[in-house]
């Protein structure tokens, strides 16, 4: 028998359905908006189970895609919605939000449409063969990287920030800069990029050891910075040379300022 809860999600999807079926197909209705907006506000509060709200959200995609066809910003909103109400290993219906999301990705932000394909695939138990593997790879490599890197841009700045602090005791420091090292890795970072960052942190090391009246230490982070500086022109000079523009002069001034270290590729 039906709570009363569920019979009153009942009327208002009758409702709903009424008012909805008022705007003709591809109406472009302004006032539909407000009625789509309403009707997902009622889905999201009701105290009825996730499948009867899964199969409410997805009579307003259909309503949003009938009577708004280009909204695709608004309709992956809503998809975004209706895949929160989906069961990790549902991978029918995970699959046709994806392909949905993917159908509705024209004039979307990568960052939205994107977010919900690796959603799916994440959720899905079927990975190797998912329809959309590309897509998932390039949000990854475009916005969970740029993400995570913008997450790590911020703590390296709070421990430069400590780095200030003169009453900070030199062992701490110095264990700060090393997490910072162990942050910049790729793939946030570019490897000559993330190797220069590292040379920079240990600069500061050798600097705080020096204060610090402790030279055994010292040594150790200036022959660090050494080998993350050596490691950075060499990320460089292997671009120069997969990208064909790298001259015999630069390859030969790298060779000589570093001909003392035999760890490194000809």
């Known amino acids: ?20 079926s008022a705007f003709d197909s591809g109406s472009e209705a302004e006032e539909a908006y407000s ?7 009622e889905i999201m509060d009701a105290l009825v189970d996730n499948d009867k709200k899964a199969k409410a959200f997805d009579r307003v995609l259909w309503e949003t895609s009938r009577i708004h066809p280009h ?4 309709y992956c909103k809503v998809l975004q919605k209706r895949l929160a109400l989906t069961e990790k290993g549902h991978d029918a219906d995970l699959e046709r939000l994806a392909k949905d999301a993917y159908i509705h ?10 977010e919900i394909i690796n959603s799916t695939y994440e959720m899905s138990k079927h990975k190797r063969s998912f329809l959309f593997k590309t897509v ?11 993400k995570k890197r913008e997450a790590i841009e911020k703590e390296l700045n709070k421990i430069s920030f400590y780095l200030e602090d003169e009453s900070m005791p030199a062992h ?5 800069i090393d997490d910072a090292i162990e942050l910049i890795k790729e793939p946030y970072f570019k490897r000559s990029e993330a190797n220069e960052g590292k040379a920079a942190f ?16 010292a040594e150790y982070y200036k022959e660090q910075a050494q080998r993350y500086r050596r490691l950075s022109d060499n990320a460089r000079r292997m671009g120069k ?21 035999n760890n490194y590729r000809k």
Do not use: H, W
């Open 1 to 20: 028998m039906a709570s009363e809860e569920e019979k009153n999600f009942d009327a208002l999807s009758d409702k709903f359905q009424q008012t909805i």
């Open 35 to 41: 009625i789509l907006d309403l009707r997902q506000f």
């Open 71 to 74: 909204a695709n910003t608004y």
């Open 105 to 114: 990705r024209r004039g979307v932000d990568f960052s939205l449409y994107g």
């Open 136 to 146: 998932v790879n390039q949000y990854r490599y475009q916005v969970l990287n740029v």
């Open 172 to 176: 701490r420091k110095l264990g700060l």
């Open 202 to 217: 240990c600069d500061s090391a050798v600097d705080i050891c020096q204060k610090d009246q402790d030279p055994d230490t």
């Open 241 to 261: 040379r997969r990208a064909g523009i790298l001259t015999s002069a630069e390859n030969a001034a790298y060779m000589q300022k570093y001909r003392t270290d």
